[in-house]
C-alpha cells in the first residue's frame, strides 16, 4: 500500500498539501491525515479525490502516536511522503507570553520540533528510495526575530534538522524538503496574534500557492522550498548581513 501521512491536515498548509497530492502523485493508495479536530479531518476526507484515514488526535500527547504506530505494523506501507505542517506560533515577547500564556511556548517546542521529530522517527522505517519528507519550517528560520523568539527558534531547529537528515537520507534515495515561507493567510494568526512587523501583512501569500510551489521543489528534490521574491530575498539578506542589523530592523 502507497501512501503519504500529513500532519496539521485540519487546516492551512496541511490541509491544502492533502488536496494538492492527488495531482502530484497518481499511484497513493491512502493519504492518512492527523490532526485534533476530527470534524475538519472528516470534511477534508470527504472531498479528497484519494481515500484518507483520519487519525484524530493531540501531536503532544503519547495516545496518538500509539495508534499511528499500530497502523503502520499492520500495513506495513510504503510511505511516499511524510508531511509535517502541525505547528503554531506566538507573537509579543517571551516575558510578555510567559505572563500571559505559561505554558505556551514550551509546548511550541514540543509540537514544532519534538512531535515533528517524533512524527518523523516512528515514519523512517517506512520510507523506500524516492520517498520524501517534507517539513514546514519557516523563512522565521533564516534569522533570531524578536517579539516572535520561541517560535523563529523552532523553526531554526526545523531547518537545520531537516538538511542533516536529508545529507544522511540521500544516499538511500530519500529526499527531505524543508518548505520556508514568509507569512501564509492561514489560520496560523488566529492562534499567533498579530505579527510584530506591518512590513509581512504586505507579503501575505496564498497558501495552495506555497503549496503548489512546495510540492513542484519537492519533485526537484530542493532541499530548501522558499516561495517568493520578497522571501528569496530575505534567504539571501540572513546569509549576507549581520543577524544583530537585521534584528533591530525586526525591532522597529
Ligand atoms: N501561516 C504562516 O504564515 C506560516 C506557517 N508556517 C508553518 O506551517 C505549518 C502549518 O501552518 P499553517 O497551515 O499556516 O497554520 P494552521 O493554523 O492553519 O494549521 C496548523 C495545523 O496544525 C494542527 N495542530 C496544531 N496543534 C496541534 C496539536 N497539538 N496536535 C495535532 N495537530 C495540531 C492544526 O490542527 P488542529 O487545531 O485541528 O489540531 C492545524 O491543522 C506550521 O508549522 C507553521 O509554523 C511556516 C511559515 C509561514
Ligand atoms: C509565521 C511565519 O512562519 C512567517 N514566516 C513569519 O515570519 O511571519
Known sequence: MRIAI????????????????????????????????????????????????????????GEIYQKLEHALKEETPDIRMLVNAAGFGKVGEVKKIAHREPSAQTAMIDLNCRAL?????????????????????SAAAFCPQPSFAVYAATKSYVLSFSRALGAELKRTGIYVTAVCPGPVATEF?????????????????????????????????????????????AELGAKLMPHRVIMDLLSN
Not at 117 to 137: D, E, F, K, W
Not at 193 to 213: E, I, Q, T, Y
Request: aromatic residues 8%.
Open 117 to 137: 521529530t517524533r512524527m518523523t522517527l516512528i515514519c523512517l522505517p517506512y520510507l523506500r528510495l524516492g520517498s520524501r519528507v517534507v517539513n514546514l519550517a
Open 189 to 233: 494568526f488566529d492562534v499567533s496574534g498579530k505579527l510584530p512587523n506591518k512590513w509581512k501583512d504586505a507579503v501575505m501569500a496564498k497558501p495552495d500557492r506555497v503549496v503548489k510551489k512546495a510540492l513542484l521543489d519537492v519533485r526537484k528534490k530542493k532541499e530548501i522550498s522558499v516561495y517568493g521574491i520578497a522571501m528569496k530575498g
Open 6 to 61: 500529513v500532519t496539521g491536515a485540519s487546516s492551512g498548509m496541511g490541509r491544502e498539501f492533502v488536496r494538492q497530492l492527488p495531482y502530484f502523485y497518481h499511484n497513493l493508495d491512502e493519504i492518512w491525515i492527523i490532526a485534533r479536530r476530527e470534524e475538519k479531518l472528516a470534511a477534508l476526507a470527504q472531498g479528497s479525490a484519494v481515500p484518507c484515514r483520519i487519525f484524530a488526535g493531540d501531536l503532544c500527547k
